[in-house]
């Protein structure tokens, strides 16, 4: 199975900061990962596909990088509604995987 | 847009059943993948079980493999998980999540639907 480590766990962040989050597999997966953001008592939503390829409707402040075993998740210029919990996700073998998850608050 | 509609949820006892359903308004629901994700109570997000398109190729977490059974009828654009053997651990929120086409990301989940297993 192939494990996908995000750190931080949590991160407290005033507006307009820039953010970064990583998400490390246990063997390379090319380019076979995914970000999703869930805001409280809300579903996951997609902002990054294939570590790098934006999202049609994702604000442009998101942005993602890596490829092999580390990847970066990068929010520029931090908004309040950016509260959320953020994951990565694997698509490159079985059993798909999930990050731990990354919560960032809005200080 | 896509809107997943999931249905079935709710409280049942240890080593009880459950089906839930996901309804897609989407008439191209035939030609999509279909998986469903859980996420226990304040917890992260787990993968339970995968569909084709076509229903021909499943496969499932090893946590819910011989307990839960995926499947869809196209015909009526609704995927569908039949959960046996229900145990504490079992209890999450469960979406039903679009594959984006010819694709591995989740492009679109529903809105969950909670199964409280507890007695």
């Known amino acids: ?107 | 847009e896509v809107q997943l509609v999931e249905s079935g949820g709710g409280l049942v006892q240890p080593g009880g059943s459950l089906r839930l359903s996901c309804a897609d308004s989407e008439f191209t629901f035939s030609t999509y993948e279909m998986n469903w994700v859980r996420q226990a109570p304040g917890k992260g997000l787990e993968w339970v079980s995968y569909i084709s398109s076509s229903g021909s190729t499943i496969y499932y977490a090893d946590s819910v493999k011989g307990r839960f059974t995926i499947s869809r009828d196209n015909a009526k654009n609704s995927l569908y998980l039949h959960m046996n053997s229900l145990r504490a651990e079992d209890t999450a929120i469960y979406y039903c999540v679009r594959v984006g086409y010819n694709s591995g990301y989740f492009d679109s989940w529903g809105r969950g639907t909670l199964v409280t297993v507890s007695s």
């Open chain 1, 1 to 107: 199975e192939i494990v996908l480590t995000q750190s931080p766990d949590f991160q407290s962040v005033t507006p307009k900061e820039k953010v970064t989050i990583s998400c490390r597999a246990s063997q390379s997966i090319g380019s076979s990962l995914h970000w999703y953001q869930q805001k409280p008592d809300q579903s996951p939503k997609l902002l990054i596909k294939y570590a790098s390829q934006s999202i049609s409707g994702v604000p442009s402040r998101f942005s993602g990088g890596g490829s092999g075993t580390d990847f970066t998740l990068t929010i520029n210029s931090l908004e309040p509604e950016d509260a959320a919990a953020y994951y990565c996700h694997q698509s490159s073998d079985l059993p798909l995987t999930f990050g731990g998850g990354t919560k960032v608050e809005i200080k």
